[in-house]
Nanobody, 125 residues
């Protein structure tokens, strides 16, 4: 019954910035991990960044580390992805995902139970 809705995608020039949002509803997220994934045409869905809802611990893929920042607003039940220094290779559909997680390591993509519909990010050169 958890629902996730992404927004904020669009067209931006290389070097520019974009902020994605994911509105979450239908659950209590204090014990959840939330994350951003992306999928380019012809490619598998890949991990971008994750954050624990309660403690705010973060994890980033090497390709975005130092450029993207994941955050969440507990009061608004909203997940964010601040994307800076965008590159054409960042072009993809971006998805937010969530799951209740009790493990000691970060979940893989197949472990996430709930997904948004995705928002398109296109970076032009």
């Amino acid at each position: 019954q958890v629902q996730l809705v992404e927004s904020g995608g669009g067209l931006v020039q290389a070097g520019g910035s974009l902020r994605l949002s994911c509105a979450a509803s239908g659950g209590t997220f204090s014990t959840y991990i939330t994350a951003w994934f992306r999928q380019a045409p012809g490619k598998e869905r890949e991990f971008v960044a994750a954050i624990t809802w309660n403690g705010g611990n973060t994890n980033y893929s090497d390709s975005v580390k130092g450029r993207f920042t994941i955050s969440r607003d507990n009061g608004k039940n909203t997940l964010y992805l601040e994307m800076n220094s965008l590159k054409p290779e960042d072009t993809a559909v971006y998805y937010c995902a969530a799951r209740r997680w009790y493990g000691s390591s970060w979940p893989e993509v197949q472990r996430y139970d709930y997904w948004g519909q995705g928002t398109q990010v296109t970076v032009s050169s």
